[in-house]
């Protein structure tokens, strides 16, 4: 089954999300529904609070992903097959002293046709439980990473337009306000019907 992704500026994306403490058939069941939902809408993640809950919870596909990156999941290197998609719940970022923010294009899937550079530690380590509850450790680096970083930054409430330069941001503000309102215009269609 796939969910309906809330667009900005929807009050959810604003949400810290609360930890995920069951791991059970019904939060298995939920991450297999955002995996379907992200595939669906050819995302690379997607976020609890992007289908309307607040919850420390996310899902990330990186197997189609034209571009390098390394990973080292558990202290091994897992073909990406193995691990992907991943179900992230309660993650916690670390980034790796030393290495370089880099700048690359994001898009969001709340943000339909929005692009923008964001700058972006390069190497993290994140802790986190897949959705059986096992704990994992990712130390992971490029696209990988940012990819996740974003995520954190949704299930904390935090957009990537937050995390752009102003000039930027400037750039894609009349496009970001339209947004705004095609999305309370949806809304308010919604409570009527
Ligand atoms: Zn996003």
Redesign the pocket.
């Known amino acids: 089954m796939s969910l309906r992704i809330v667009h900005y500026n929807d009050p959810i994306l604003r949400k810290k999300g609360a930890p995920v403490t069951g791991f059970d058939s019904a939060l298995a069941a939920l991450a297999a529904a955002m995996v379907e939902t992200m595939h669906e809408a050819n995302g690379i993640?997607l976020?609890a609070q992007?289908i309307g809950r607040a919850q420390q919870l996310c899902v990330v596909d990186l197997r189609d992903a034209e571009a390098e990156f390394s990973w080292n999941l558990d202290g091994a290197k897992p073909p990406l097959e193995l691990f992907m998609p991943m179900v992230i719940a309660n993650p916690t970022i670390a980034v790796v002293r030393g290495t370089e923010e880099l700048v690359a294009e994001e898009g969001?899937?709340?943000?339909p046709n929005i692009r923008g550079d964001v700058a972006r530690a390069n190497a993290i380590t994140v802790k986190f439980k897949d959705e059986r509850g096992v704990p994992h450790t990712l130390a992971c680096d490029g696209l990988l990473a940012r990819c996740i970083q974003?995520?954190a930054d949704?299930l904390n409430g935090v957009?990537?337009i937050e995390r752009m330069e102003k000039k930027v941001r400037a750039s894609l503000d009349e496009a970001i306000k339209a947004l705004a309102k095609e999305t309370r215009a949806a809304a308010k269609t919604n409570f009527i019907s």
């Not at 969001?108 to 943000?111: D, I, K, T, V």
């Open positions: 993640g976020a992007q969001c899937l709340s943000f974003h995520e949704h957009l990537f």
